[in-house]
């Protein structure tokens, strides 16, 4: 199986492709601002065909990119229904202070997708993707989980990353349906998982089950 991937734009976001192997069809997660060029790049020295876009959710800097890709191969992306709206007027949901941080840029929006559910499987030859709805950063933030040759693997999005979790101050955001969400569906998976996050480094879910504050604070809350 091929797995890369790179952090793109101001917001360092991680964009991953899957494929089967060089020159087949792939798989693109969460393309966010400025990710077009580090893809083109990926695709082409690769020599892949995107067929599929997976969003984790509707945030701008998981979704910026998701319009050129369309255009570029006609394809449409899959997003849980329940960031929908977000997807389509992302102002009315980030707020017009988003405007600064954009510099003037016009924010994409779309309302054409493929809707995710829970336990929903992207399958394209050589990889599939089963999508589990956590929500808790966004209403319809989701991971991916997969199975790599070596190991267990889960794309986090913003759910989970090393030694933290997803923010839960924004609209539609929660953060005890997002611990929920983590204790529900990614604490069950086994420690030898490989942990890919929407930002930052890779981790597994047993080195955040033993080292993550706010999973100790909530399993100490179980005990």
Known sequence: MLLTGFP?????????????????????????????????ELLKEHRLKPVAIALTHAHLDHTWSVTPLVDGYDMVPYLHGDDAEMAADPLAWHGQGIAQMLGGKEPPTFDTFEELKDGTTIDIVGVQLTARHTPGHTQGSV????????????????????????????????????????????????????VLPGHGPQTTIGAERRTNPFVLERLAGRG
Not at 19 to 39: F, K, N, Q, Y
Not at 176 to 191: A, F, H, K, Q
């Open 8 to 40: 793109a734009g101001a917001f360092q976001t991680n964009c991953y492709v899957l494929a089967s192997e060089a020159g087949a069809e792939c798989i693109v997660v969460d393309p966010g601002m400025d990710a077009m060029p580090g893809l083109t």
């Open 143 to 194: 991971v991916f989980q997969f199975e790599h040759p070596d190991a267990q693997v889960v794309l986090s999005g913003d759910t989970l990353f090393q030694g933290s979790v997803g923010r839960s101050d924004g609209p539609g955001g929660s953060h005890e349906t997002l611990m929920d969400s983590i204790e529900r569906v990614c604490l069950p998976m086994d420690d030898a998982t490989v």
